[in-house]
T-cell receptor, first 114, second 113 residues
Framework: NAGVTQTPKFQVLKTGQSMTLQCAQD?????MSWYRQDPGMGLRLIHY???????DQGEVPNGYNVSRSTTEDFPLRLLSAAPSQTSVYFC?????????????FGPGTRLTVT | GQQVMQIPQYQHVQEGEDFTTYCNSS?????IQWYKQRPGGHPVFLIQ?????EVKKQKRLTFQFGEAKKNSSLHITATQTTDVGTYFC?????????????FGQGTILTVHP
């Protein structure tokens, strides 16, 4: 099993550009989440999904969109990139609700917005 | 909203010394998880605590969950250079927060050989 994969590993965007961060898992996990990690702030939940077709907002959802058309994939879309979105983005999946089950994290995408 | 505070933010130790990081929640937690992130890596699950007053050990690591289920700690005995990384606690408050984890800021551990 590849586990949780994320692409790209690195990305540089100009302010106002849009892009999609890809996340896929091959563990047949129902629950998937997107976090951003900034220095001194831990990981903050952006959006999460409890299954195909169902998504909800986390702590910091503004400026991001998600969809979940399949169990395997959970892409994160930046609509109009801003310097404040410079961060490391992690996708995670779990067998059940994130609070009750071990989360498996992908390797992360390091995004810089200039 | 729920807040999880973790202290200290940084800890520098000599190899062989002990290390402890503390986690405090503003609300009672259903359970708490601990993760380790090596430099340049991604968080990796260490353990989950569920019961009030629970203590679990993994080799040199001891995890505790407070009686009131609002605080937790991770203690490493006789640190090694392989312990270097950032340790995060993550709490689940249940209720309207069910399914969501709130992470502490993390403690960055440096071990000098």
């Amino acid at each position: 099993n590849a586990g949780v994969t994320q692409t790209p590993k690195f990305q540089v965007l100009k302010t106002g550009q849009s892009m999609t961060l890809q996340c896929a898992q091959d563990m047949n996990h129902e629950y998937m989440s997107w976090y951003r990690q900034d220095p001194g702030m831990g990981l903050r939940l952006i959006h999460y999904s409890v299954g195909a077709g169902i998504t909800d907002q986390g702590e910091v959802p503004n400026g991001y969109n998600v969809s979940r058309s399949t169990t395997e994939d959970f892409p994160l879309r930046l609509l109009s990139a801003a310097p404040s979105q410079t961060s490391v983005y992690f996708c995670a999946s779990s067998l059940g609700p994130a609070g009750d089950y071990e989360q498996y994290f992908g390797p992360g995408t390091r995004l810089t917005v200039t | 909203g729920q807040q999880v505070m973790q202290i200290p933010q940084y800890q520098h130790v000599q190899e062989g010394e002990d290390f402890t990081t503390y986690c405090n929640s503003s609300t009672t937690l259903s359970n708490i998880q601990w993760y380790k992130q090596r430099p340049g890596g991604h968080p990796v699950f260490l353990i989950q605590l569920v019961k009030s007053g629970e203590v679990k050990k993994q080799k040199r690591l001891t995890f505790q969950f407070g009686e009131a289920k609002k605080n937790s700690s991770l203690h490493i005995t006789a640190t090694q250079t392989t312990d270097v990384g950032t340790y995060f606690c993550a709490g689940n408050a249940g209720g309207t927060s069910y399914g969501k984890l709130t992470f502490g800021q993390g403690t960055i551990l440096t071990v000098h050989p």
